[in-house]
């Protein structure tokens, strides 16, 4: 590609965008640096650091056609990960030279199908058309750095773990992120870069952590002043709850992100969702995430959030999975943090020694042609939007939000139903009267009994508009009847959208049976939004 082309792509690229680059931050959101208007980041993660040091996929599509995909997906932010030693040790090794040393001939020959003007780039060229490709397109990127060998992460004792590990030289590392800083300085759209992925293993501890992370982001900005610079924790990042007794040094204002990952298995979780009530289970993990990270974002010193790994199988959608997948999209949704989902890819070259391993946690099937789990792409769709902004002048309000299907409360023609979330009913909850009013209406939900559709009633005040939100995790929309007992909302399993009011579960030591069999339906949340 000649340098008239790419300044043509990046202008074209530029003015497809709402907002300016480069992007900053303002206590805890990340912000266009020029009119301080929220930016918020709704990312798929792209492997490009496994063994032959090349973005996946580009044996199935052309590396425009992926673009597009991710675009069309809704994504607006792709994580792209790097290995260190690509840069520092091979930088001059060419995609073909790579293949042929890890004999993959048949991927070589996909490439040269699909993309035959790679295999005579470096590795560290093919990055750079890869990013050129995803801006083209509109994309936002981060980069991460993801290990130093390129390799399939992450393991207690891969060698690339913490800060002095047998392939985790400091200054290595350090001169590898000064590369790539430096590398991407007039390419707004790249617009962050992560420091390390999941600092592991029995070497890591908080004292090396800021000796090591403060030099770091240090090295990037001075490289890229532009960049927003990525702060992950320890244990495998679940962890930043050491930074409430001593909080990261900012030698430069406004462009530090902190990240955090998070999955059904994370700190060997998994069973937690077996053996414990929706309830306690979803409360204990969100109570561990506000202690290790969610503080951050309060305070008159919070900073930007981002989850910058969370999935699932999506080929093994079974109770733990849809548990765990409503629990955390209920609290990204309340949040409104940014994000990146694992992951893009429908497969990989070659993953620990296999090759062309199907990756079940892709967002794209093994061709790389289509989306792999329809259900769990629309269950994005709210946590894709920008739901608070905190330069709006539109009054507060709230989405009724069913995580598990990833659909809204709508109204229309006075008749509720299930929707889509990009088309979402606005309410206000008046904490006093316990109602919840349809916004600009006298119209209020309401509840005419047991295994009945919800409805509307202008009696507002009325015992059958009274709502309560039910536990600690707020999940269960709740109207007491005239014998007393709780009517929950709940999405008929016989109607995928229409809203009923039943008798709730998990209300009692009685209902734990209940409880661990099938409380999917009742999960709703109110989420406060106050988007024009």
Excluded at 470 to 483: G, Y
Aim: hydrophobic share 35%.
């Amino acid at each position: 590609m000649n340098n008239i082309f790419l300044r043509h792509l990046l202008l074209l690229s530029l003015a497809n965008l709402v907002f300016s680059l480069p992007l900053s931050t303002r206590s805890r959101w990340i912000v266009d640096d020029l009119s301080g208007a929220r930016v918020k980041l709704a990312c798929v993660n792209w492997a490009a650091h496994l063994e032959p040091m090349l973005a996946e996929g580009l044996d199935k599509k052309p590396v425009g056609h992926i673009a597009a995909h991710i675009k069309d997906m809704g994504y607006n932010c792709v994580r792209l990960t790097w290995a260190t030693y690509m840069f520092t040790r091979y930088p001059r090794t060419t995609v073909a030279q790579s293949f042929h040393r890890l004999g993959l001939r048949d991927a070589r020959i996909g490439i040269a199908r699909n993309n035959p003007g790679f295999l005579n780039l470096t590795v560290v060229e093919a990055q750079q058309a890869v990013v050129e490709e995803l801006v083209g397109k509109g994309l936002m990127v981060v980069l991460d750095n993801h290990v130093s060998q390129p390799m399939w992460c992450c393991g207690d004792h891969d060698g690339n773990g913490f800060f002095g590990d047998e392939d985790f030289d400091p200054n290595e590392w350090l001169r590898g992120l000064e590369i790539v800083a430096k590398r991407y300085k007039d390419t707004p759209m790249v617009v962050g870069m992560s420091l390390r992925n999941e600092l592991r293993g029995a070497h890591e501890n908080s004292t090396i952590w800021y000796k090591y992370i403060e030099k770091g982001a240090r090295r990037i900005h001075k490289a890229n002043p532009n960049l927003v610079v990525i702060v992950s924790g320890l244990h495998y990042d679940v962890s930043l709850g050491f930074l409430k007794q001593r909080p990261l040094k900012k030698t430069f204002k406004n462009k530090l992100v902190y990240e955090f990952h998070r999955y059904v298995f994370s700190k060997g979780q998994r069973n937690l969702w077996l053996t414990k009530p929706f309830h306690e289970a979803c409360d204990s993990v969100r109570g561990e995430i506000e202690r290790e990270a969610g503080f951050l974002i309060k305070g008159e010193n919070a900073s930007p959030l981002f989850a910058s790994e969370f999935g699932i199988n999506q080929m093994e959608m079974g109770r733990v999975e849809r548990l765990f997948l409503g629990c955390f999209l209920g609290f990204l949704a309340e949040k409104d943090l940014d994000w990146s989902v694992w992951a893009l890819q429908g497969g990989y070259y070659i993953r620990s020694g296999v090759r062309g391993l199907d990756e079940t946690y892709g967002m794209l099937d093994s061709g790389w042609s289509s989306i792999r789990n329809p259900d769990f792409h629309h269950q994005l769709g709210l946590v894709q939007q920008k739901i608070q902004d905190p330069n709006s002048r539109v009054p507060t309000y709230q989405i009724l939000y069913h995580p598990l299907s990833g659909g809204c409360i709508q109204v229309h023609n006075r008749e509720i139903y299930l929707g889509n979330c990009q088309n979402f009913s606005r309410w206000n909850y008046d904490r006093n009267t316990h109602s919840i009013q349809l916004v600009d209406t006298e119209l209020c939900l309401s509840t005419t009994g047991d295994g009945i559709p919800a409805t509307l009633s202008r009696n507002c005040n009325g015992g059958k508009s009274r709502w309560e939100l039910l536990s600690n995790t707020k999940f269960q929309v709740a109207n007491r009847d005239e014998n007393g007992n709780y009517l929950c909302l709940e999405l008929d399993v016989n109607n995928s959208s229409r809203v009923l009011t039943s008798k709730c579960f998990c209300l009692g030591q009685d209902e734990d049976m209940k409880c661990l069999q099938s409380p999917q339906s009742q999960w709703f949340k109110l989420i406060i939004g106050n988007v024009s």
